[in-house]
């Protein structure tokens, strides 16, 4: 048998082994190469993450202080307020693209939108009674997108169910947006 693929290769035995003997290798050495590339590449999307993370994450916590400012509650903002919130919801619409999960991504997206338009959480909606005031439903709201990353990052499958407070300022701005279509017909 071992002279009949010496005699169609053309090889002798010392040729075969060597042959072998490199093809070896060759595989070893691809392998290899592509174990590594996929390695980096993992830690590339890691680092990716972890930045994402921390800085949605300084920018949630900066908006949790915001909203418990004693100037907030009074409901008249200053400038420097209003910049420092704009400041914080740039870095999140920064960062949130480059989280890989689609549902964190559409859950952080709501929370910019609610952010955008945080006058009207509490437009005469659902929710009006439990929620006289805008405050803790955007806290509510920060506080859970906070849970959702954390969720993320734990490698959890789902992200934790939209809290009553997400819900009531969604369909609140939702609300008012209609309202305001409507007046203007």
Known sequence: MDHVIMAVFGLNK???VALVGFTGTFLGAVVAFLGIRWQVKRQEREKQLDH????????????????RKPEYEGGDVSESWKND???????LKLTIPLFPN?????????????????????????GQDEYPESGPVIREVLQHAIDCMGAVRRGVRRLPKEGKAFKTAKDNINEYWAYEADSRL
């Open 14 to 16: 010392d040729y075969t």
């Open 85 to 91: 919130m704009t400041d914080q919801v740039d870095v």
């Open 52 to 67: 994402a993370t921390r800085e949605c994450g300084k920018a949630l916590l900066t908006l949790l202080r915001l909203f």
């Open 102 to 126: 689609d549902d964190l991504r559409e859950r952080l997206n709501a929370t910019v939108d609610i952010l955008a338009d945080w006058h009207y959480v509490v437009f005469e909606g659902p």
